[in-house]
């Protein structure tokens, strides 16, 4: 009841500052100066960093963070082969750093000899901007995780390819990270070949045995052209707030009578059991988030909870015959993927549990279904659990690295 309570008042305390941030609306606020950025963490560890800016065909500008090579190995002149990690809802590219060069896949994968770029979906903090469109617009917002997998993802692919002349890369993502890449391969199956190896954390496409309260809106905001979708489609979702940094960042603080309000509040939403998540981690990846998202994501996730498929945004029967030519929205054909693909998924994910991802798995073919053997092992652990490179990490590495001497 305690922990509800606290998040009905962060809750109401986000909506407040939401609209006073709208009302004095100043796009020199969005200045990325405001927090340490993922390459000013990269450098303070020695590692050298470029900043690209990828211009998707819809005008959205992503930025792409790049640890070229290692400085530890002095490989820059060596081939290093290329690989895209891509983040989650309500996440970015710090969620690859925030463990620290011993722990965090971007670092391993570096020192590991490979090239590794940092992708960002449009509308988070390091993707705000379009050609085409204001900020200030809610058309801004007209996107849900369909278009970051079909646009966004196959613009960062091209653009490493383009940029590092190699053919293939290969690719990692976390939660939402796996919904778009399921999307992409699946809907534009031409990618495929352009993947060397994917690597699937805690994989979300199937929902129909969500354990997660959040699941229950679905009867709200999961149904098409219902009164909650109208008032709740096309805005920002969770935007990064100072305030709300500032009291996720006290109530995470290392101090021992305040760890587990940390842990019952910041991580509400990942599954029961925290004994694996690291502290230190988490206030680090606390600085960034949550980072900003469209409404429509979070609307699509609650759509699949309802209809039990993987399949495209529905916009209900009439809009729906308008723009896919039948009543429902089509589902994703997974038969489609060709990728050399690997899954690694846990019991404890109250999001994308066991259950639903043997649905996933009986629809695609895999290289490697992976469940982590702890019990405890939930939706964050993928990210920021203490032990996470010896149960994840250190897989994913093996896994490239034998790829490329093949």
């Not at 900043?51 to 992503?62: A, F, I």
């Not at 820059?76 to 990690?85: E, F, G, H, K, N």
């Not at 805005?235 to 021992?256: S, W």
Request: glycine share 6%; charged share 20%.
């Amino acid at each position: 009841m305690k922990v509800d309570i606290v998040l009905l008042a962060i809750g109401l305390l986000v909506a407040f500052v939401n609209v006073t941030t709208a009302l004095t609306f100043d796009e020199e606020r969005l200045s990325l100066k405001k927090f340490v950025t993922s390459a000013e963490r990269i450098r303070s560890h020695g590692y050298p960093t470029e900043t690209h800016t990828v211009e998707t065909s819809d005008g959205y500008l992503l930025t792409l963070f790049r640890i070229p090579y290692s400085h530890k190995l002095k490989n820059q002149r060596s081939y290093r082969p290329a690989i895209l990690l891509q983040h989650g809802l309500f996440s970015n590219s710090d969620c690859w750093l925030s463990s620290g060069p011993n722990d965090s896949l971007a670092y391993l994968l570096t020192d590991a000899g490979f090239d590794v770029w940092l992708g960002n979906a449009r509308g988070n903090i390091y993707s705000r901007a379009n050609s085409q469109i204001t900020f200030s617009s809610p058309k801004f917002w007209k996107f849900s995780w369909h278009e970051i997998g079909t646009i966004d993802i196959a613009a960062m692919i091209d653009y490493i390819r383009d940029f590092t002349g190699q053919q293939a890369v290969h690719y990692a993502g976390h939660s939402q990270g796996t919904t778009v890449y399921l999307t992409l391969m699946s809907t534009r199956p031409e990618y495929n070949p352009k993947i060397k190896t994917a690597h699937l954390l805690a994989p979300c496409a199937y929902f129909a045995h969500g354990s997660h309260p959040i699941f229950q809106l679905g009867a709200l905001v999961g149904t098409p052209g219902g009164l909650w979708n109208t008032i709740l489609e096309d805005m920002e979702l969770m935007p990064k707030n100072d305030i709300v940094n500032r009291i996720a960042d006290t109530l995470c603080g290392v101090q021992p009578n305040l760890g587990k309000q940390c842990k019952d509040v910041v991580l509400w939403y990942a599954g029961d059991g925290y004994r694996n998540t690291n502290l230190t981690s988490l206030q680090v990846l606390i600085e960034t988030h949550p980072g900003g998202s469209s409404s429509n994501q979070g609307i699509h996730y609650l759509q699949l909870s309802k209809s039990h498929k993987f399949r495209q945004f529905d916009y209900g029967t009439k809009k729906n015959r308008q723009i896919y030519n039948q009543d429902t929205p089509p589902d994703y054909d997974l038969s489609k993927i060709t990728a050399r693909t690997y899954s690694y998924s846990s019991a404890n994910d109250a999001l994308c549990g066991p259950q639903d991802v043997d649905t996933l798995v009986g629809n695609m073919l895999l290289v490697e279904d992976y469940r982590v053997p702890d019990p405890s092992w939930n939706h964050m652990d993928f990210i920021v659990a203490n032990d996470m490179r010896e149960v994840i990490n250190d897989r994913i590495v093996k896994a490239v690295k034998s790829y490329e001497r093949m």
